[in-house]
């Protein structure tokens, strides 16, 4: 389910334009939420391919939107893990 989810996320994120005034549908933020669930019922036991999932998901909206930093992707995961929920 939660391959299934990435891929869906990823149909998503194809659909918009680039750069900072991107709009994420809230389909995207309900996917991120679902990811976020699953850790948090501990539904897999796979922690770490969760973990690739929630880095791929921050990933891409970072690169959608034209951020490349490293260090604002750290902050970046610490709001979206907060946000998430």
Known sequence: MAGRTLK?????LKKGARGTDYVFPSE???Q???IVD???QHRYNEDEFLDKIQADM???LMER???HTT???S???CNLSMNAI
Not at 8 to 12: A, D, M, N, P
């Open 8 to 12: 869906s996320f990823e149909l998503w």
């Open 32 to 34: 991120m939420n679902v």
């Open 71 to 73: 260090s604002f992707d």
């Open 65 to 67: 939107v034209g951020i």
């Open 38 to 40: 699953f850790k948090n």
């Open 58 to 60: 921050r990933s891409s």
């Open 28 to 30: 995207m933020l309900v």
């Open 75 to 77: 902050t970046f995961h």
